[in-house]
Nanobody
Framework: QVQLVESGGEVVQAGCSLRLSCAAS????????MGWFRQAPGKEREFVAA????????HYADSIEGRLTISRDNPKNTVYLQMNSLTPDETDVYHC????????????????????WGQGTQVTVSS
């Protein structure tokens, strides 16, 4: 069992940057592939990014266009999502998630692959 707590969400202006954090407890995150997803009210949960257990591999949604970067600090048991040049349509609740998958493949882009979820942090981008 692992508990995930996201932080860093706030109200920012379009074009600005934010860094979200996901702090884990209960087990070392080095045993999990980690991902970030986002969800707006009434919409499906959308994949943003995933990172392999060592941090050596990453996978991003096609829509990200290089503006977001996922990273991890296993000794600190924390995963990050750096978001640059934010746009208003990226106003969402951002969730981090952990999966016990041992293979880092395209399935890490599916929310169905993840076993543990945080409650989320609200990001609001004003125009």
């Amino acid at each position: 069992q692992v508990q995930l707590v996201e932080s860093g969400g706030e109200v920012v202006q379009a074009g600005c940057s934010l860094r979200l954090s996901c702090a884990a407890s209960g087990r070392p995150i080095s045993t999990f592939v980690m991902g970030w997803f986002r969800q707006a009210p009434g919409k499906e949960r959308e994949f943003v990014a995933a990172i392999s257990r060592s941090g050596g591999y990453t996978h991003y949604a096609d829509s990200i266009e290089g503006r977001l970067t996922i990273s991890r600090d296993n000794p600190k048991n924390t995963v990050y999502l750096q978001m640059n040049s934010l746009t208003p349509d990226e106003t969402d609740v951002y969730h981090c998630a952990a999966t016990r998958r041992t293979t880092f493949d395209l399935e890490v882009g599916s929310w169905c692959s993840y076993d543990y979820w945080g409650q989320g942090t609200q990001v609001t981008v004003s125009s």
